[in-house]
């Protein structure tokens, strides 16, 4: 792959971790724009090792240790022996895996090598796959450049066919929604000739050379809500480029720095290049093939059937767990780190060792496993939540209580849940996060009045195609706060299916925004025993990891 270099502005992720450094709590800056700067800040990651202000670690005033030399020595070795294999790839950070671009670029034309209208792209072709409920998806393929001043990318063709000329296509998967496909951009793929004179304009020369195929998405939209952000937009990500082996640069439309801050871990996974903001980046770009728009299957689903090499669900567990594995194993030193000068400062003189992590991925070595229970704030809270963790402390499951906010690291959440036997919590957005349980572990899912379609379609459903047990506590019209607001026999209490027929409005307000929680804790105490025996039979059936 050849990428020009000149006048670019890439986004950078880097994240340092120094063998004998201190190790600190990674932060993430984005720097300041500089005056008459194209395009976006650059955002990174960077170690703080208190050295300064500077966003950049400080330099030790140590001596290099003989391990340091001899590393350094060999990584310049190493380098210049790449340099003088590969100068070129080397130098653009890009490596070539079996059966390179061209692999990927006719893999993204066939649309993925599953059947449909555009299974069989061909060279200077427009194809758009409209079929779907849900999302419109289009490819083009031959000489494209991206033109944001005009919002659209270019097919430089001589075709003088009745082929199509142009497709517009605005890429969200939530097609049957006007009103919100309404605040989506709409991007245009559009053939013009490569001739000389007034056309020329029309074919703008290339300022960047890519060999990979564009994909083309959207970060608009509902995003901003984490089950949206998941089923609206990484999981279709994960099905439309999972099968191009990183071999993808992913153009964003109504760019967010907080969504790649937020989901760099995931997105790394899917490309190895650095993204472009086709709203904010005025380069041409330049493709030889684009994929406008992604594929969804379903509510937080990955279906098997549709996608390249059979891949479903479990295999985008295996991806979360490629992305976070680094991350978690970061955390989890600084977490013993701190546990260290803790004892130190207490004048502990030994400081035991901590018990080993299951194989598994679950809780500590003990008897009793793990239930994270996922605390609301605002409408749908438990208001016994303290008396239901100390009710399932005495069943036998060691508890954790956990309130992500806008601003917790997905990473963290990540950790907890991933390790956890059981999940516990209200129905609402957070329950997405049943994604980072692993297959054979238990999800109860608290159903408040009104809310049962949504909770099954959107939650327990997909929870069960992943190999969970899913259990839905349907709350009783005295465990809901609306008992105390509405009479006996009011429809609230006792028809909500007739009070969705007033709108979704009604639901909302009514159900959504006003409603909280008081669990019947013996009714509620019965699905934990069910769960814990559950639980228990399972790790009678597995075979314990060795110490």
Known sequence: MVQQQQQQQHRIYILQFRKGEPEQEVACKVSSQPKGAAGRRVMYYYQDYGGGKSGKPAQSTRALSLRRVLAMLFFSLLCVGTLLVAPVSFLSFVHTDDGGAEAAAATAARGGGVPGPCSAVGNDSL???????????????????????????????????????????????????????ATIDEVRLRRVSPG????????????????VPA?????????????????????????????????????????HDWWITKYGDVVSQLSEFPPVDFTADRRVHCFPEVIAGLRIHGELTVDPAKTP??????????????????????????????????????????????????????????????LVIVSRTGSRVIENE???????????????????????????????????????????????????????????????????????????????????RYVGYKILPEESSL?????????????????????????????????????????????????HQYLAAGRRRRPRAPE
């Open 386 to 468: 303290a008396e239901a963790a100390a009710m399932a402390a005495d069943v036998g499951f060691d508890v954790r209580v956990i309130r992500p906010d806008r601003t917790t690291e997905l990473c963290k959440i990540y950790r907890e849940l991933n390790a956890s036997d059981a999940m516990v919590g209200v129905h609402g957005a957070a329950m997405t996060h049943f994604l980072f349980m692993r297959p054979g572990k238990v999800f109860i899912q608290v159903v408040p009045l009104g809310t049962d379609w949504a909770a099954g379609a959107y939650y327990g459903e997909p929870a069960a195609r992943l190999g969970l």
């Open 127 to 181: 194809c758009c796959d409209r079929t779907s409920e849900r999302a419109d998806i289009c490819f083009a393929r031959g000489d494209l450049r991206m033109h944001s001043t005009s919002s659209s990318f270019l097919l430089v063709s001589g075709n003088n066919s009745t082929a199509a000329e142009e497709e517009r296509i605005r890429p969200y998967t939530r097609k049957w929604e006007a009103n919100v496909m």
């Open 309 to 370: 090499g059979g891949r479903g669900i479990a295999d985008f567990r295996r991806l979360l767990d490629d992305a976070y594995r680094g991350r978690i194993d970061f955390l989890d030193r600084l977490e013993r780190r701190a546990a260290r000068k803790r004892h130190r400062r207490r004048g502990a003189a030994v400081l035991p060792r901590a018990p080993p992590r299951r194989a598994t991925g679950g809780g500590l070595h003990d008897d009793r496993p793990r």
């Open 483 to 531: 008992s105390r607001e509405y009479p006996t026999g009011d429809p609230v209490l006792t028809d909500p299916a007739g009070v969705a027929q007033r709108g979704w409005d009604v639901t909302k307000k009514v159900y959504l925004d006003r409603q909280n929680v008081r669990l019947d804790l013996a009714r509620f105490r019965e699905e934990l025993v069910r769960a």
């Open 215 to 255: 994909l083309l998405f959207s970060t608009g939209g509902y995003t901003g809500n984490v089950y949206h952000e998941f089923n609206d937009g990484i999981l279709p990500l994960f099905v439309t480029a999972g099968h191009l082996r990183r071999r993808v640069v992913l153009v964003i439309l109504e760019y």
């Open 196 to 211: 000389a004179g007034a056309a020329a304009a029309a074919a703008p020369k290339c300022d960047v050379r890519h060999d």
